[in-house]
């Protein structure tokens, strides 16, 4: 609380605003709106923010994942400040800034084989930790994959509550999906999941493209776009690290942008190392939501006008709802079983002993967004009378 009294609003952004300062520059930011083909102007402080969305301890959580990821950014620009445009691999400790992009090494197995012989020395492994910890983190604060995953998780639950109306009828379970709950304990596992994901990111092959000058990346709204291969255009939605996705693209600001490869090559589709900004940048525009933002609205246009109709060009994010709902009921079993075998024996044959019950879940069971699994259920509330254990089975001789 304020010392008058008043609440203590706090504004937090979605995007880091470090990041949406690199874009501005000093200036206001340019935006496009999807739904509606209109331009205006934001600034990094507005863009995006929401207010009091989650608690301190959530937003010292990220914050923890922005700063030294931040710092990290800026070593590695820092690095490649002088550099000509173009493709490098990050790797080794010295810079090779000339020569060709890429080398043709033939074909093997009907791909023609490229590699980068330019590149630049590669961060540290902790600098390599903080980018990928941040693209995990910008990954999963995109509004609509924060969206997608309270669907998903709607899904699931509607498959668990009607699995635990069958086996365990009169129970009462605390799986909320409706209201901030829900959101709120996904906000929880953020930093969670982004350390989890952040050695596979780190220990992948890195690229950076530095743009040549005069020309720029967009940044939009979903700023970590996943890809198949880089000019597939009607490429579709993939998580971050699925056996389909072949680059991540995690942009430092408009000139420079880190291509990152979880299965260890790039396929390209069509282009040429020349042609990745522009395909880097319609990724921007099909992965966002709903805005991109850039330092000129040249930058933007450039994009718009390489699509047919901009405003129905869109990734959607596609989870498999209906394989939610089988989820939920398989996990469900699981756990109605762990209730029945090791707290009540065999199902007794009166009225249940957990009728009116609660079944308390210490945090939701299933991580849906990365890989399935589940934890234990928490003790029954006191008032639940618990059931005698049932004498051990003798086992009978076949007649």
Same mark, same amino acid.
Request: proline fraction near 10%; glycine fraction near 6%.
């Given at each position: 609380?304020?010392?008058?009294?008043?609440?203590? &609003?706090?504004?937090?952004?979605?995007?880091?605003?470090?990041?949406?300062?690199?874009?501005?520059?000093?200036?206001?930011?340019?935006?496009?709106?999807?739904?509606?083909?209109?331009?205006?102007?934001?600034?990094?402080?507005?863009?995006?923010?929401?207010?009091?969305?989650?608690?301190?301890?959530?937003?010292?959580? &990220?914050?923890?994942?922005?700063?030294?990821?931040?710092?990290?950014?800026?070593?590695?620009?820092?690095?490649?400040?002088?550099?000509?445009?173009?493709?490098?691999?990050?790797?080794? $400790?010295?810079?090779?800034?000339?020569?060709?992009?890429?080398?043709?090494?033939?074909?093997?197995?009907?791909?023609?084989?490229?590699?980068?012989?330019?590149?630049?020395?590669?961060?540290?492994?902790?600098?390599?930790?903080?980018?990928?910890?941040?693209?995990?983190?910008?990954?999963?604060?995109?509004?609509?994959?924060?969206?997608?995953?309270?669907?998903?998780?709607?899904?699931?639950?509607?498959?668990?509550?009607?699995?635990?109306?069958?086996?365990?009828?009169?129970?009462?379970?605390?799986?909320?999906?409706?209201?901030?709950?829900?959101?709120? +304990?996904?906000?929880?596992?953020?930093?969670?999941?982004?350390?989890?994901?952040?050695?596979?990111?780190?220990?992948?092959?890195?690229?950076?493209?530095?743009?040549?000058?005069?020309?720029?990346?967009?940044?939009?709204?979903?700023?970590?776009?996943?890809?198949?291969?880089?000019?597939?255009?009607?490429?579709?939605?993939?998580?971050?690290?699925?056996?389909?996705?072949?680059?991540?693209?995690?942009?430092?600001?408009?000139?420079?942008?880190?291509?990152?490869?979880?299965?260890?090559?790039?396929?390209?589709?069509?282009?040429?190392?020349?042609?990745?900004?522009?395909? &880097?940048?319609?990724?921007?525009?099909?992965?966002?939501?709903?805005?991109?933002?850039?330092?000129?609205?040249?930058?933007?246009?450039?994009?718009?006008?390489?699509?047919?109709?901009?405003?129905?060009?869109?990734?959607?994010?596609?989870?498999?709802?209906?394989?939610?709902?089988?989820?939920?009921?398989?996990?469900?079993?699981?756990?109605?079983? +762990?209730?029945?075998?090791?707290?009540?024996?065999?199902?007794?044959?009166?009225?249940?002993?957990? +009728?009116?019950?609660?079944?308390?879940?210490?945090?939701?069971?299933?991580?849906?967004? $990365?890989?399935?699994?589940?934890?234990?259920?928490?003790?029954?509330?006191?008032?639940?009378?618990?059931?005698?254990?049932?004498?051990?089975?003798?086992?009978?001789?076949?007649?």
């Amino acid at each position: 609380m304020k010392a008058d009294g008043q609440a203590h &609003i706090v504004k937090q952004h979605v995007i880091s605003e470090w990041l949406l300062r690199a874009y501005a520059g000093g200036r206001p930011l340019v935006r496009y709106d999807k739904r509606t083909g209109e331009y205006d102007t934001t600034t990094p402080a507005d863009f995006l923010t929401e207010t009091d969305a989650h608690s301190e301890q959530i937003e010292q959580d &990220i914050q923890g994942i922005e700063t030294p990821a931040s710092a990290a950014a800026q070593r590695l620009r820092k690095r490649v400040i002088t550099v000509p445009p173009g493709l490098y691999a990050v790797a080794g $400790d010295q810079p090779v800034t000339s020569g060709p992009e890429t080398v043709d090494m033939g074909v093997y197995e009907q791909t023609r084989l490229l590699v980068t012989p330019r590149t630049i020395p590669s961060p540290s492994m902790a600098d390599r930790l903080a980018l990928a910890r941040y693209a995990a983190l910008m990954f999963q604060r995109a509004p609509k994959m924060e969206a997608a995953l309270l669907d998903l998780r709607r899904a699931i639950n509607e498959g668990a509550t009607a699995a635990f109306d069958r086996l365990l009828p009169g129970l009462q379970t605390d799986l909320i999906v409706e209201g901030p709950g829900p959101f709120i +304990e996904r906000r929880q596992r953020i930093a969670t999941v982004s350390d989890t994901v952040a050695p596979r990111l780190a220990e992948a092959n890195w690229w950076l493209y530095r743009v040549p000058d005069g020309n720029s990346f967009i940044l939009g709204d979903s700023p970590v776009p996943v890809t198949l291969s880089p000019g597939h255009e009607s490429d579709v939605w993939h998580a971050l690290l699925s056996d389909t996705t072949y680059a991540a693209v995690l942009p430092l600001g408009p000139l420079y942008a880190v291509i990152m490869a979880p299965q260890r090559i790039i396929p390209i589709t069509g282009i040429t190392p020349d042609d990745l900004p522009a395909t &880097i940048n319609r990724m921007m525009l099909r992965w966002a939501d709903r805005y991109v933002v850039a330092r000129e609205r040249a930058h933007i246009e450039a994009v718009v006008s390489t699509v047919p109709d901009a405003r129905q060009w869109d990734v959607p994010i596609k989870m498999g709802g209906s394989e939610a709902v089988r989820s939920g009921v398989r996990m469900a079993h699981r756990i109605a079983w +762990e209730v029945l075998i090791k707290r009540g024996g065999l199902m007794p044959p009166e009225r249940p002993w957990w +009728e009116g019950c609660y079944l308390r879940f210490s945090r939701f069971p299933w991580a849906t967004e $990365d890989r399935p699994y589940w934890v234990a259920a928490g003790a029954l509330p006191a008032p639940c009378p618990l059931p005698k254990a049932l004498p051990p089975r003798v086992r009978g001789r076949a007649a």
